[in-house]
Structure formats: structure tokens, C-alpha cells
């Protein structure tokens, strides 16, 4: 991302078991901010174009990633910044986890913003595919949220309930949560099974919204 690579794009994929290809982060990314800023005044001295937020987007597609994959999802964090602004620039959309409180709407609002902002600077039509109440508590409160998100104009096809249990093991054992539940549960817990219907319908969802399958 900041024109120095030490090998092949190829050499960074990993591949897994669960039908995903998986690119992990490194520690450089910490310092992402300063690496870029470094490289884009080294390119004014040189009278060359260096466009921070579009780095990561010009390496996908000098590679050409996308004639090899379906789908490319980036988890970048969520704070406004240099990872957030490339994966939003190499994706052109956006899947929005919301803080179930009196912050989500605001943290809806606050996405708005930083995409009516990249769109004008990218000058390019930005997506939501999704917005999605995470770690929500009661289903009265699921449907409240869904309901106000939806008022926004955001598809919001389900809510995600409080379920640190099955993604923290998720984590630890580096699976999906259908193989956490099938390999790693002694037995199947009404809550986690519903969750898991959940995701199968949001992915299906984003599918239809991507024009990857008909609805």
C-alpha cells in the first residue's frame, strides 16, 4: 500500500477450510497513518499522484483480485481514519454493525457522513448493504432498533443478539460459527441456532442487495 512490497500479492492469502481465502493483518497496519502521510509527501517531491485513502483499492486491482473472487469483505476498524477510508474506497460498500444504545442512531448518522464525504472526494456512489442492531439485549428492543434503522432508509434484515459466548469461541478456535456450533457445542442451544438462521438470512440478504443472486 505504500509502493515498497517484499513479494507477491499471491503470497499474502491464506487459505482455509471453510471455502474462504483469508488475508490477516499485520502489525504495520498500526502504523498505517504515518506510512502513508510518508509516502504521499515522498510522491510530491517527486511530482507524482499518491492518493492515501485509494491504496488499497490500486493493490487489489493491480493484482487483480477481482477476476479471481466472488466476493471481497474487508474488516477494517471502525474508528474514521486510513484503514476505514481504503476499505471503503476499495469496496464502494459498506455493512454497518450499530451500537444497540441511544449512540446508534447516532453512530448511523455519523456513517452518513463519512460516506457522503468519500463520495464526493471519490466522486463515486457509495452502498449500504446493511445495517445491522449487534449485542442487542430483548426482542422488543431488536425489533425497535431494526424499525428505526429501516425508517433511515437502511436495509436492516435482522438484529444480532447478545451472543459473546459463540463468537468469542469463534475466535479462539479460528472457525465460523456454524462449525463452532457443530464441532465444539455438546449440544445445540435454541438461542445460538436462531443466530445462526440470522446470518444465513443476512448473507442472503447482502446477496440480493450486491446483485450477486436474484432475490
Known sequence: MIGRPKGDFEELIRKSKFGIDVIPSHNMLERLEDLLNRADRMADDLDEEFEPVDQLRRVLLEARIHEHYDV???????????????????????????EPTGKGEQAVIGLEDLVDGLERRLDTEIGVFAAIPNGVGQTTDQQTYLEAIRDRGYPAPIAVGERASLFEGCWAERCTPQYYVDHYRDRQRNHEMKTLADIDELAHSIEVEAGVVAA
Open 72 to 98: 471481497l469483505v474487508v474488516d477494517p476498524p471502525a474508528t474514521a481514519g486510513p484503514h476505514l477510508y481504503n476499505a471503503v474506497s476499495a469496496t464502494r460498500s459498506l455493512v454497518i454493525p450499530v
